[in-house]
């Protein structure tokens, strides 16, 4: 009961020194004591969140005069707090003192008792930083004997979380060891040398970067590259899946019949071609009876156009339609194109020309009625000079077809001046593209 009342003094009196603006730390032990001091006071108070601040905020060098009037009046709380409780602590001792020594072991054995219970049922306790704090201060003051009984943590628990706190109250902010990072605007520059130049390995990006007047080791080289995922040059030099596709793409054609229902029923055929490299549609020709002659003749005349504007196909991917007589085959092989036949009921090994009659019938065709030859002709003409001319890809990079790569960025301002857009309306608005006026 001594050390109780004694500890019950020293707190009123750290309170009272807190109080005072004037107060100082001016070593390393008398922050260690103000650690413990704060330590103790939450063993008065438990929960109150002054304390912690106070525990948690002593330097390394001198605790700074109370300046601020919210400061000021933040301590003067916090000790208005602690003398109440420890006012309330004193009438707890005298109510204490009358009770009879076995009537005290009697609860602590009970209260002990009530501990276990509750360690049985929780697993493992959610502790807080607060409690932590709380705990060691205790463990301070105990004997070692008694803390495997009175507490539900081990004592290697306790003395971690000491040093812990120790740690921390000792911890200055430092600089992360090793070299210094390498800047984002060098890295940029070896990524972009690298992808401009598959056959350059990282000994040469190296020494490209020495003329450039950047000093870099060429394990950093080495290393930006893995971290991009970018192989050496050899390695870089063998074509992807994709620029191999890509590739042979450019020298593939599809065809495929196109079949458009009247508003009186009657059919017609449209045979068009795709060029697989640039996505551009051909229109070869419209017909209610695709013989083999008519067939034939629209191959011909498709070489022809083809000829004149520099394209040399080296292969044409058609279905097994009865349409497609010999004749027509013939007409590709005698220039030098082989034919491949797409195998039976695949509509993927055609998926480009399967994707035009999709996009051609949402977009046109089912919001139109056709009465004829002639206004077929034109809707579908007008359709596939938009398809070529202005409508985006998503496998051209938003591009149409025949659309040419952007030259320079534009800036953000000059794009979002709405009144500069233009609109055209396409077959009577079923259809708009949009411009910027010059």
């Known amino acids: ?30 922050a260690w004591d103000c650690w413990e001091r704060s330590a103790t006071w939450w063993a008065v108070g438990a929960g109150n969140s002054g304390a912690v601040m106070l525990a948690g905020s002593v330097s390394s060098s001198a605790v ?17 707090s602690f003398l109440y ?41 959610q502790l807080t930083q607060g409690d932590r704090a709380l705990l060691a201060a205790f463990s301070r003051v105990l004997p070692r004997q008694a803390w495997k009984r009175s507490s539900f943590v081990t004592p ?52 490209e970067l020495v003329g450039l ?16 995922d970018i192989e050496p040059a050899p390695k870089r030099l063998e074509p992807s899946w994709a620029e191999f596709l890509r590739q042979q793409a450019a020298s593939i054609l599809e065809c495929d019949f196109l079949t458009v229902d009247t508003l009186f029923l009657k059919r017609f055929y449209v045979l068009f071609f795709i060029e697989l490299g640039s996505r551009r549609v051909h229109l070869a020709g419209i017909t209610t009876n695709p013989d083999g002659r008519w067939v034939s003749q629209q191959a011909r005349n498709l070489l022809m156009q083809l000829d004149d504007e520099g394209v040399r196909p080296q292969f044409l991917v058609r279905d097994r339609d009865g349409k ?13 194109i082989r034919v491949i036949k797409a195998p039976v009921r695949t509509p993927k090994a055609r998926a480009h020309a399967e994707r035009w009659v999709g996009s051609v019938r949402r977009e046109c065709l089912d919001r139109l009625l ?53 609109r055209r309306e396409i077959l009577g608005g079923l259809i708009h593209e949009y411009q910027r006026a010059a």
Do not use: C
């Open 64 to 80: 700074e005069p109370v300046g601020s009037a919210l400061v000021a009046g933040r301590v003067e709380r916090t000790a208005v």
């Open 324 to 336: 497609f007589t010999r004749g027509f085959d013939e007409v590709f092989r005698s220039e030098g």
């Open 85 to 125: 409780l420890s006012l309330r602590r004193l009438l707890e001792l005298v109510v204490l003192r009358r009770r009879s020594e076995r009537e005290k072991e009697i609860e602590i054995l009970m209260l002990r008792h009530q501990l276990q219970v509750l360690q049985r049922q929780v697993a493992r306790p």
């Open 213 to 228: 007047g950047i000093t870099l080791a060429a394990s950093t080289v080495w290393t930006i590259l893995r971290d991009t």
């Open 370 to 422: 056709i009465l004829g030859r002639r206004q077929l002709r034109h809707v579908l003409a007008t359709y596939t000079s938009h398809y070529n001319e202005h409508r985006p890809h998503r496998a051209l990079g938003q591009r149409p077809p025949l659309g040419q790569p952007p030259s320079g960025e534009r800036a953000v301002a000059d794009v979002l001046d709405f009144g500069r857009v233009r």
């Open 156 to 207: 290697a628990t306790l003395l971690r979380w000491h040093r812990e706190l120790v740690a921390r109250r000792w911890t200055y902010p430092h600089r992360r060891p090793g070299r210094p990072a390498t800047p984002v605007e060098v890295r940029e520059l070896v990524v972009r040398l690298a992808r401009e130049n598959p056959a350059w390995g990282y000994r040469r990006i190296q020494g």
């Open 1 to 30: 009961m001594s050390e109780v009342a004694s500890l019950v003094g020293r707190t009123v009196t750290e309170v009272q020194r807190i109080g005072n603006p004037s107060y100082r730390l001016t070593s390393a032990t008398g």
